[in-house]
């Protein structure tokens, strides 16, 4: 493999990796808040990606309006299952609770067939064809969306965690919710922000992404297992680790097509999960593992 070629492979991964980053970011939202796994998760990211196009082309909606109209209703749907599917049964042990994520799962890919349809509906780039040229690497404009869509995401969580009065009582919540709610804050609500929350943040990576890979129904069980993936990598109940998680899996999984041998490149969706293996026997808490006291 040239160098050329290795850092073509290296601008691909972190490019998909910024998005397994975001729904690792989602996973630990929600994980902070209530303690479960959200197996939905990569569903929030297939419906992002679905109502944007309807938004975007079919009803030829302005790009910024149609992207934050996707994300306030995925973000909508993300409150909707909090209260619908995991309120009324919060007490239940976590198990029963993670099941249920994964039957929602399982609902919303089955209204998103549907309602789209089984084929892939292909969703124009942000900014045309054209891709910049560095050396001989070429990188595509939308490579640049995805990235720094993912920047802008990622730093404006920090500031709402650290400078908002929401933000502060999500983070209370998860550091202990008993202390927060005798200290007035409801628990109720703050769970349901982080639902929101984490369902935005997928939409985002949904939208971004589709305009590389097709907007389709079927994809959400793979992304929610790669970001799944990121969440432990990274260490699970850290936001920034999450995200660094889903960019490492990213990256080894473009290497590994690049270094495989010819015939078994069509096997990169297996790194992720030999890299997740790995991890859970040589470090169980992550690379970047910490206790679990913050919202991100």
């Not at 929350?197 to 297992?225: H, K, R």
């Not at 990274?234 to 920034?240: A, D, T, V």
Request: hydrophobic letters at 55%; proline letters at 3%; aromatic letters at 8%.
């Amino acid at each position: 493999m040239s160098l050329a070629e290795l850092l073509q492979y290296l601008v691909t991964g972190v490019t998909v990796g910024s998005v397994y980053g975001l729904v690792a970011l989602g996973f630990t939202i929600i994980y902070n808040a209530t303690g479960i796994i959200n197996f939905a998760q990569g569903e929030f990211v297939v419906l992002g990606g679905l109502i944007f196009y309807s938004l975007y082309v079919a009803a030829h909606l302005p790009l910024v309006a149609a992207l934050v109209l996707a994300v306030a209703a995925v973000a909508l749907i993300g409150v909707l299952m909090e209260r619908l599917t995991i309120r009324p049964l919060i007490n239940s042990p976590v198990v029963t609770l993670i099941i249920i994520t994964v039957g929602v799962s399982v609902l919303l890919r089955g209204a998103a067939k549907l309602i789209w349809g089984p084929e892939a509906l292909p969703v124009p780039p942000f900014s045309g064809e054209h891709s910049l040229f560095v050396g001989s690497v070429a990188v595509h404009l939308q490579y640049l969306w995805v990235l720094g869509l993912t920047v802008l995401a990622v730093v404006g969580l920090r500031l709402f965690f650290d400078h908002t009065i929401v933000g502060k009582a999500m983070q209370a919540c998860a550091i202990n919710s008993e202390a927060a709610q005798l200290a007035g804050i409801s628990v109720s609500r703050m769970v349901q922000g982080s639902f929101a929350l984490s369902a935005a943040l997928s939409a985002l990576a949904g939208i971004v992404i589709c305009p590389i890979t097709l907007a389709s129904y079927d994809g959400g069980a793979l992304l929610a297992l790669k970001g799944f993936c990121g969440t432990i990598i990274g260490g699970l109940g850290n936001g920034l680790g999450a995200v660094m998680g889903g960019v490492i899996i990213g990256i080894l999984e473009k290497l590994g097509i690049g270094f495989a041998p010819q015939g078994y490149a069509g096997y990169q969706d297996a790194f992720a999960f030999v890299v997740l293996l790995l991890m859970l026997f040589i470090r169980p808490s992550g690379l970047f593992g910490r206790q679990r006291t913050e919202g991100i």
